[in-house]
């Protein structure tokens, strides 16, 4: 089971050492990442993302579904090459699999001009010491499941696309 965490930050600064403590708890085990990324909206309304893809092990699949989740979260440009009935049904399959249009509202909410939110997809998370070591940065946490299933589901839909 996959667990897809959203934590809003009204400070940038705020939202890139949270993004620090969770590669700290990656190299601790605490979590084990498929996904992680710093979105920032600037005060232009502007999205920018930091990714670190050297604190993920993900493979094409895990890395296909992450693009995708990323994609309908925040419709990243380059989505937009999936057009017509494949992006329906991969919007479909998204909300069927716990990311549903009420999540993406709230993910949207957490993200006005001058905010940011750190984005982790993790196969594996221990609450409690996660919990304990993010409460220092504070936020809004929103959270969701993907079940196995889902995930490989969506990395073949998406290997059928392309």
Known sequence: ????????????D??????????????DYVVHLNGLAVVEVDEDGQTHVDSD?????????????WGAIFGMLFLVPGLGLLTG??????????????????FRQQVGDLLKPGTAAVV??????????????MHQHGGTVLKTSLSDEDEKELAEQLAGLQ
């Open 120 to 133: 982790i997809m993790a196969s594996k998370v221990s609450d409690d010491k996660f919990t304990a070591a």
């Open 1 to 12: 089971m996959g667990e897809l965490i959203v934590i809003g930050y009204d400070d940038v």
């Open 14 to 27: 705020v939202a890139d050492r949270a993004f620090d403590t969770v590669r700290e708890l990656q190299r």
């Open 85 to 102: 009935a494949a992006l329906g049904g991969l919007v479909g399959r998204l909300s069927r699999s716990g990311i549903d249009d009420q």
């Open 53 to 65: 893809s050297r604190a993920v092990g993900a493979g094409t699949a895990t890395g296909a579904v």
